[in-house]
């Protein structure tokens, strides 16, 4: 079919005078960072999967697409042309189809029909370009919020998964796009793609995508979101596997959140876990240069330790002894502060142990006749008679002058490391453990529990609706 090309339409500005701010989801719809700042591209492609051609605009502050052109053609690129200009061509030509000068509102791009390829994977709605300093464009797939969300459940939990799990999952993503606190404003969008907010891949790259019972939970749950105290909560934010128990907030990121309180998980065991137990090697000299590379030197590492451990056997403090001095670290950086691109290794949980040893500040003593040589599967009778299982060698007992933490064997002296020298961290789960553990949500639904009973679990004294 001969190709419709109609005029070029050089826009000028009439309506504001400065563009628009992006915010969380407005009309209902998403704006998704695909490539931005190190990952923007010289140039853009877009190929129409379904349709016959795009149309060009823009999206104005309410979201809604305003029409200024289009082409028939089905795979275009578009390239930044000096300023705030964006020009598009046919693809793997010169032929231009059409520019965009406008200043207040970048360009806007929008198929006829309802999936476009772009970067090897298919996506609903359109796309916006926004051109940035070093002469490259900015991608943000503009799409409506369940379209979106249809786009991150298979991501973040198998589409094959039990359909309760799945529809916690969409209840998650659709209130975390919503209420989270990592809007990056300056970008002009609300949501990264990528693991730093919440994996999105759109209608998948073919053989790979939403399933069925994926995009069922998310009609399922449509609209439904969570909330604490009548308000959206912030933060929905889960993890893949908690190793035994989920983490209070405060712990791991320093603030105390209603909603984000751990528990010990006795679901999780339930199911199978791929690579729930994980073991990393590290010498001397590697923590020695992470730690320096990091802007935290204390010279040659001797030891390092875990220094306390939260009632619920997750690691709340790591300390590093080198040749220079002594470092704590807290919280998520305790896992963080492990990872190295250069030497390929990770801590991959809140929950571990360092070459067995574990810090505490006193001794246990069993009906006053001697030490315990270790805590881990140790039974304890609460003073309301409930028994329950220690894991680890660090626990906080009442004591006549109040709390103390306690252990069930003295930490080595600086210096160890194993006969080798070196450091070697074994633990359980994947991810910050904090909210819901995805493994824990299929296990559940496995046995039987609701999609609003897998929530009320990992959530606390939540509401959804």
Not at 5 to 28: C, E, H, I, K
Not at 319 to 342: H, L, N, P, Q
Not at 376 to 398: E, H, K, P, R, Y
Request: one cysteine or more; hydrophobic letters at 30%; aromatic letters at 10%.
């Amino acid at each position: 079919m001969k190709n419709k090309l109609l005029p070029l339409f050089f826009v000028v500005t009439f309506f504001l005078l400065s563009a628009p701010s992006a915010s969380a989801v407005t009309n209902g719809v998403v704006k998704v960072g695909l490539r931005y700042g190190s990952s923007a591209l010289a140039s853009a492609n877009l190929e129409n999967a379904e349709g016959a051609g795009y149309e060009f605009g823009y999206y104005d502050g309410d979201r809604r697409f305003v029409a200024l052109g289009q082409t028939d053609v089905t795979t275009i690129t578009m390239s930044p042309s000096g300023g705030s200009s964006v020009t598009v061509t046919r693809t793997g030509t010169s032929e231009v189809l059409y520019e965009h000068f406008d200043r207040d509102y970048p360009l806007g791009v929008r198929p006829f029909g309802t999936i476009t390829w772009f970067k090897g994977c298919r996506y609903a709605g359109g796309f916006e370009y926004v051109p940035e300093s070093a002469g490259s464009l900015r991608v943000i797939n503009v799409v409506d919020l369940e379209d979106y969300v249809k786009g991150v459940v298979p991501y973040e939990m198998p589409g094959d998964w039990p359909l309760e799990a799945l529809e916690a999952q969409a209840v998650c993503a659709r209130t975390f796009v919503q209420g989270h606190s990592k809007h990056l404003r300056e970008y002009g969008f609300d949501v990264c793609g990528g693991v730093d907010c919440q994996v999105y891949n759109g209608h998948g790259s073919g053989g790979a995508g939403p399933s069925e019972t994926s995009d069922r939970a998310v009609e399922n749950t449509a609209g439904l979101c969570i909330y604490y105290n009548g308000t959206l909560v912030q933060d929905a934010v889960y993890h893949s596997s908690d190793g035994g128990a989920t983490e209070d907030g405060a712990n791991v990121w320093g603030t105390e959140t209603g909603y984000l309180k751990g528990k010990t998980d006795p679901y999780e065991a339930q199911t199978s876990v791929p690579n729930n137990s994980y073991s990393v090697t590290y010498t001397a000299g590697e923590l020695s240069w992470i730690l320096d590379q990091k802007g935290h030197s204390v010279g040659t590492v001797q030891d390092v330790y875990v220094s306390e451990y939260t009632p619920l056997g997750n690691v709340k403090q790591v300390t590093f002894v080198g040749t220079a001095g002594t470092k704590t670290f807290t919280g998520d950086d305790c896992r963080m502060i492990f990872y190295s691109s250069t030497y390929q290794k990770s801590v991959s949980s809140m929950r571990f142990d360092i070459n067995g040893r574990r810090g505490g500040t006193g001794t246990l003593s069993v009906n006053g006749t001697g030490q315990l040589s270790s805590l881990d599967g140790v039974s304890v009778i609460s003073g309301g008679g409930t028994v329950s299982t220690l894991w680890g060698n660090s626990a906080s007992a009442i004591t006549s002058s109040g709390t103390a933490t306690v252990s069930g064997e003295a930490r080595q002296p600086s210096g160890g490391g194993n006969s080798n020298g070196n450091f070697v961290i074994t633990g359980t789960g994947n991810g910050h453990n904090v909210g819901m553990s995805q493994y824990g949500a299929k296990a559940m639904a496995e046995l039987g529990y609701s999609f609003q009973e897998i929530l009320n679990f990992y959530y606390t004294d939540i509401t959804i609706r």
